[in-house]
């Protein structure tokens, strides 16, 4: 079996074991019956079948056997379903905010994280928010799956009983980067935590400039790096000012990133394309950013230079 790295992972194994074992079963009787049957009425023993127009008893007795297993089956997996939806008083309250495509984690007192970190055999409770589309978290080790839903309020929780860094993904397809929504969650003893947080706590009244946030809280990051890495959009790094190579219609031109061409870039991204990306993936935010947000966005742009 996998680690159990949470108090819930041993119920779900033991679910996902006996219906696993109800399923081979099944399989294994049904391919042995056919291939009984294929050699037991084969052509070449001239024996021919005599057709059955009806056994009441066989059609009760199958009917009666399927819903004995699936009744089973569900009180299988109610059983540690029930334990996953009753959260402790004293659990430790997190926000997992999903957004394209990334995760980030809230703890209060203004600590922020792009990992999910957490004491050791602590009862956390992870409270879903949803900032786009729905998106999924997952955290295989912990035997933990809840989906994100814009407008929904969902959480799960979990005890997490082993040190180390597991892998959280995202398990609804949410656009073209789903698959690169993964993050970290690190287990560490209790000490080790409470380091942690008070050095978070200790920065986290830093204020995060006001493009970045605008950037952030609109999903612009997901498409565009702030390191110069390439993702769907161009990087948000060395930008400004730096000359470009624009698809116009049929046309294709150097021009400088200026305010202007950052403006037309929000307002109407497909009109003058970047060469080497792809039209129709960048919506126009005309209705989500004002002109006094693009000023501060492009304010802020002009400080990401090339280093």
């Not at 127009?53 to 089973?72: D, F, K, P, Q, R």
């Amino acid at each position: 079996m996998l680690t159990d790295a949470s108090n819930l992972a041993e119920g779900v194994d033991r679910s996902f074991l006996f219906i696993g074992i109800v399923a081979l079963i099944f399989i294994v009787g049904i391919s042995a019956l056919m291939i009984y049957s294929l050699i037991r009425f084969s052509r070449k023993k001239e024996r021919k079948p005599s057709q059955v127009s009806g056994n009441l008893v066989l059609e009760i007795s199958w009917t009666a056997v399927a819903i004995i297993l699936v009744v089973i089956m569900f009180i299988h997996g109610l059983v540690p379903y029930k334990k996953m939806r009753n959260v402790p008083d004293d659990a430790i309250p997190v926000t997992a905010i999903g957004r394209m495509w990334q995760w980030e984690f809230e703890y209060g007192n203004g600590i922020r994280s792009k990992e999910l970190v957490i004491p050791l055999n602590k009862p956390i409770k992870i409270n879903l928010k949803s900032q786009d589309v729905i998106h999924s978290l997952f955290i295989p080790a912990f035997r933990v799956k809840e989906d994100a839903v814009p407008g929904y309020d969902n959480f799960l929780w979990f005890i997490p009983t082993i040190p180390g860094v597991y892998e959280i993904l995202c398990t609804e397809y949410c656009g073209l980067l789903h698959s690169s929504m993964l993050a970290k969650a690190r287990v560490l003893v209790q000490e080790e935590y409470d380091k942690w947080y008070a050095e978070a706590e200790s920065t986290a009244n830093i204020p995060e400039p006001e493009g970045y946030l605008l950037l952030r809280n609109t999903g612009c990051i997901a498409c565009h790096s702030m390191d110069g890495t390439r993702l769907v959009g161009p990087s948000f790094r060395g930008l400004f000012g730096e000359p470009r190579m624009i698809i116009s219609g049929k046309d294709t031109r150097s021009v400088i990133a200026d305010d202007q061409y950052i403006i037309n870039s929000i307002l109407d991204p497909d009109a003058e394309l970047v060469q080497g990306y792809n039209k129709g993936l960048m919506k126009s935010y005309k209705d989500i950013l004002k002109d006094a947000d693009i000023q501060i966005i492009i304010g802020y742009l002009k400080t990401l230079g090339k280093e």
